[in-house]
């Protein structure tokens, strides 16, 4: 069975191809989603997550009613729009890319790669227990970027730089509520377990489920596509 991860970089490696060949031009629309999906033979949930992978590399831009516009990838490559996100829109390119990221882990990372990842879970750990919000915060940033630092996808390698500042733009929510940290660190625990069973939907799964908390700790309604299965328990 072919994971959605796996699924989301083909369609992702297709569009830029054809976007880089000028099937599509600065300036038009991309056909439906509807349309797309059968071209590429995809499900249009996969195809909304490569669409957005796409938003994220600055190739194309959602206009609500309209449809996806291509952009010009050399002047679009000048902007920088992490800066003035939102925290929703923060939390929702993390819960596009991470669970992603962590898959790709799960499925690709080494036995040292997957030590490093426990040491710095168990900075995390030492920082709840000692009530030390502060060294949390450090420690939760550098376990997920730790994550991102592993994924071996070229095409993510040009995104993690973006994913990383997003993911520092929430510390300061972050330190207004240390009283998380405890859910946080289980939550993180039950994402690297599964990438230790190299369970790449698992592991998935579970940073869907920290990235929805952590949205529900914020009081923060994301607006996601409801077609992902529920981890296990």
Known sequence: MISSSTVVT?????????L?????R????????????EQLGISRPSLREALTVLETLGLVRAMPGKGVLVLDADASAATDSVGAASLADVLELRYTLEPFIAGLVAQAAGSQDINQLRLTLMDLREAVEAGDSEAGVAAYIALHEALFALTTNPIFQSVVQQTGNALKQSAAMLRASPEHFAARLAENEAVVRAIRARSSAQAS??????????????????NIPDEHPAPDH
């Not at 799964?205 to 994301?222: T, W, Y």
């Open 205 to 222: 799964a579970q940073m869907r489920r920290h990235i929805l908390a952590e949205g529900q700790r914020m009081g923060i309604e994301l």
């Open 26 to 37: 600065s300036g038009q629309m991309l056909p439906g989603q509807r349309e797309l999906a």
């Open 20 to 24: 880089a060949r000028g099937q599509w």
């Open 10 to 18: 083909c369609v992702v490696e297709k569009l830029r191809a054809a």
